[in-house]
């Protein structure tokens, strides 16, 4: 499923080139052998059916104490009901109560308000810009 939206013309709107479906599922296998565990790169599925239609990660590596950064991608099939938010939100939560994290934050390419939106109704707050991409910020409570 990965593999077949990673060429799809609409995931590709926002991007120079399609990623390495690969080396993503790679660094998800690599992390989650990781310990301590600091990184997280999750496949985001239908409840009922199980179906994969996408992946969301949290990465603290390079970030400071306290700090992550998470990105979240679906299948375009499945855009524009509300999953994106959902697993933001189930991340968020998690990051706050099972890892102490208290700063998140989020790059996206200024042309790609579905992100934009997407962050800003998980609460998100852009704070400036990194290498041509919106940094988004969001405060969450640490448990
Ligand atoms: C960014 C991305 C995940 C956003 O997906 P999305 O489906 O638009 O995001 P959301 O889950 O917030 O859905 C919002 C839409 O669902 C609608 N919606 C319906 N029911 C909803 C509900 N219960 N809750 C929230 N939104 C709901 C909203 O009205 C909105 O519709 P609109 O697009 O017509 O305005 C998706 O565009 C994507 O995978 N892009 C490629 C990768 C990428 O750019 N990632 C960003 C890196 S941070």
């Known amino acids: 499923m990965l593999r077949e939206y990673h060429s799809d013309p609409r995931y590709l709107e926002h991007y120079f080139e ?3 479906t690969d080396s993503i599922v790679s660094c998800a296998i690599h992390w989650a052998r990781e310990c301590p565990r600091e990184n997280y790169q999750l496949v985001v599925e239908l409840k009922v059916s199980r179906k994969i ?3 969301i990660g949290l990465r603290q590596k390079g970030c400071a104490t306290g700090a992550a950064e998470i990105g979240v991608e679906l299948s375009p099939d499945y855009w524009g009901v509300g999953y994106a938010s959902e697993a ?9 109560s099972s890892l ?9 390419s200024p042309s790609n308000t579905r992100a934009g939106n997407l ?5 998100f707050v ?10 988004f910020q969001a405060r969450v409570n640490a448990a």
């Open 53 to 55: 239609i996408g992946c």
């Open 100 to 108: 102490a994290i208290t700063t998140l934050l989020a790059a996206t």
């Open 126 to 135: 852009q704070k400036g810009t990194r290498m041509n991409q919106c940094l």
């Open 88 to 96: 933001v939100r189930e991340l968020m939560h998690f990051a706050s």
């Open 18 to 20: 399609a990623p390495d």
């Open 119 to 123: 962050l800003k109704s998980c609460g």
